[in-house]
């Protein structure tokens, strides 16, 4: 019943801290790497899809119970603004007990109207400028900063109040 995102650069460990976190859960991937060891069938309990087909995974999506949903490469999913039906999805997770992720390269590429909806971020190094991140959130910059001067693959779990 949460959604959170998942921003880092290449090779910062996003994809693996979502390996661990669905692990022996029910999950439905948009896997655009094909990286994920899950089944190909959507009707099966641990699946992904492989397709690169945005729409269909979203179809997909809606019929799902239950489940950790992974928007891999979800700037895909939203073009610089919130996708109605992704919206949708995002709105009924209280009642289909869904958790949605979704994992972003940079914070720049966050919608702010996904960001109102995210309990928790989950924020590894990036290539974001300074001032894009105060700029755009302002909440997150403290953060950013703090990530900056961490270790490689090291990450903070940041708990938000979605609107």
């Known amino acids: 019943m949460n959604c959170i995102t ?5 090779g910062q460990g996003k994809s693996t801290f979502i390996k661990q976190f669905i692990d022996g859960k029910n999950c439905f991937v948009f896997d655009v790497q094909n990286e994920y060891l899950l089944s190909t069938n959507p009707n099966e309990s641990r699946s ?3 397709s690169l087909d945005e729409k269909r995974f979203v179809e997909m999506c809606k019929r799902k119970r239950n489940t950790v949903i ?3 490469e ?9 996708d109605k039906e992704v919206r949708r999805i995002i709105l009924s997770k209280r009642h289909t007990q869904n958790t949605l992720v ?3 390269h940079s914070i720049s590429s966050v919608p702010p109207r996904l960001m109102q909806f995210t309990n928790y971020v989950i924020l590894f190094k990036t290539l974001d400028e300074p001032y894009q991140v105060e700029g755009k959130f302002p909440t ?3 953060y950013f900063v703090k990530v900056r001067s961490m270790q490689h693959q090291q990450y903070l779990n940041i708990k ?3 609107q």
């Open 48 to 50: 992904k899809d492989i």
């Open 140 to 142: 997150l910059y403290p």
């Open 70 to 72: 992974v928007f891999e």
């Open 102 to 104: 979704f994992c972003f």
């Open 6 to 10: 998942v921003i880092g650069m290449t």
């Open 74 to 82: 979800a700037t895909g999913f939203f073009e610089g603004k919130l």
């Open 160 to 162: 938000t109040i979605p």
